[in-house]
């Protein structure tokens, strides 16, 4: 096969692949029964690599130094991997095995001499699956939404392939009100807000907590992701008593539960949050050829912003009052979006890409996750039980790795129920604890917000 130049590489692909920083989505598909892996070479040379070029394709330098997709031969084989543990085990013993794995390759570069993404087919059963099937891919190929999107290709229903998966409805509108006072005031807040989320780039950092060590290079060391299941009905009811969004009501939870941790540790520093935007304008996932059209209303690549959010503290000497975790989220973040603050920084990093290359954006980027505490971000999964090759899937979770922090926190829809993973740091945060924490603050704020539930 001929070698050709495709496309340029985006900016944030380049920010994503500098010097400075590294960052890779591992999700994780959980199976209902043992893995059936007969097809798998031909799933990906069928299926999956012509999802898009740049799945077959290595990124390089022209002459001039910028970066651009070179088409390769892809050997399917070399991206596969399938772990060896020892045998006649536990699931308990497997469920270890499978945390350790994670861990590991979370810390793995890609091979530049390969696309970057890999496969990894884990056939033993853990406490709740039967098997897990692991892809690593890195940033560069796209954001969540283009990564689920392409994941989405690849499988069907499982009652019923010839049907499209439906997706939960978003109501994304900001309720606005444009008269004088109003526009002064978001004129106000779009000006505070970019103000701070620069000065938190450059010079105020969070203090060490125990979420946050600050240490130097904190995305090389080892992590434990783990995983809890919220009942998305249940956060609908809490939505509907509070007159909130259901975002608001999932940092609420996090907040609180980031609050219980410290209060148990007797730390009561502040922190802050790196809440992750998807900029397109969705209505569900588009397909894949939809998506890589030009001028598309969903794009492939990497469309997201981020909004610093101070998390809230929880007072040592005041009596708890969970709903107000709830509250002051949706208060913060609905201020926020309403800004400009977003636009303009997209406008600041194209700025200092243009004026001073991808390297120097990228250690802007990497200053503003490394001065706060954590990332959190979400993706939308079907309303449907999926299935790959007729195995269905029972439930699937992502982590983004090579961040410069101590904590990670992702969240998924699949199923009515909504999957939240923790990637925190080893020998920083106690990871069991740390999610218990998160349980009890969900359990608090649901009995609180209806504290008498119909039978």
Not at 132 to 154: E, P, Q, T
Not at 182 to 195: E, M, P, Q, T, W
Not at 367 to 372: P, S
Not at 374 to 395: C, D, H, V
Request: aromatic share 8%; proline share 6%; glycine share 4%.
């Amino acid at each position: 096969m001929e070698e050709e130049i495709t496309e340029p590489v985006s900016p944030t692909g380049q920010y994503f692949t500098s010097s400075v920083i590294s960052v890779s989505v591992i999700a994780v598909l959980e199976f209902e029964f043992p893995i059936d892996d007969s097809q798998t070479a031909t799933l990906l040379q069928n299926v999956f690599l012509p999802i898009n070029p740049r799945f077959s394709s290595l990124m390089v330098k022209d002459k001039n130094g910028k970066k651009h997709w070179k088409k390769v031969e892809v050997n399917v084989k070399e991206h596969v991997k399938t772990p060896n543990f020892p045998r006649g085990k536990s699931p308990e013993f497997y469920e270890e095995c499978l945390s350790e794995y994670l861990s590991k390759i979370s810390l793995e570069q890609f091979q530049e001499s390969r696309p970057l993404w890999e496969i990894h087919i884990i056939k033993y059963p853990t406490k709740s699956t039967a098997g897990n099937l692991v892809f690593k891919l890195h940033h560069s190929l796209g954001d969540g939404y283009s990564l689920m999107g392409a994941l989405l290709s690849c499988l069907q229903r499982a009652d019923n392939p010839q049907l499209p998966l439906t997706f939960p409805l978003l109501n994304q509108k900001i309720q606005t009100n444009d008269n004088k006072s109003n526009i002064l005031s978001r004129a106000f807040d779009s000006v505070y807000d970019f103000g701070w989320s620069v000065l938190k780039s450059i010079v105020l950092e969070d203090d060490k907590t125990p979420i946050r060590s600050g240490d130097d290079g904190v995305e090389f060391r080892p992590i434990t992701v783990t995983t809890l299941i919220f009942s998305l009905d249940q956060i609908k009811k809490v939505k509907a008593s509070l007159h909130v969004s259901i975002n608001d009501v999932i940092c609420g939870v996090l907040f609180l539960g980031i609050g219980l941790y410290a209060k148990s540790t007797k730390d009561d520093k502040s922190s802050t949050a790196l809440v992750l935007l998807n900029t397109r304008n969705i209505n569900g996932y588009k397909s894949i050829s939809e998506m890589v059209e030009p001028d598309a209303e969903s794009p492939w690549g990497n469309q997201f912003a981020f909004l610093h959010v101070s998390v809230p503290k929880l007072v040592f000497s005041d009596q708890i009052d969970p709903l107000s975790f709830v509250l002051d989220a949706q208060k913060e973040i609905t201020r926020k979006r309403n800004s400009a603050a977003v636009v303009l920084t997209g406008k600041l990093l194209e700025t200092l890409m243009k004026l001073r290359g991808p390297e120097v954006t990228a250690k802007y980027i990497h200053r503003t996750l490394k001065n706060t505490s954590m990332t959190i971000s979400n993706i939308m999964g079907p309303l449907e039980k999926m299935a790959l090759s007729n195995q269905p899937i029972k439930g699937m979770y992502f982590m983004v790795v090579g961040v410069p922090q101590s904590l990670t926190i992702t969240m998924v829809s699949y199923m009515g129920q909504l999957r939240v993973a923790l990637g925190t740091e080893n020998d920083l945060i106690d990871a069991p604890k740390f999610r218990q924490c998160v349980q009890n603050a969900f359990d608090m704020i649901y009995k609180a917000a209806l504290p008498f539930p119909s039978a």
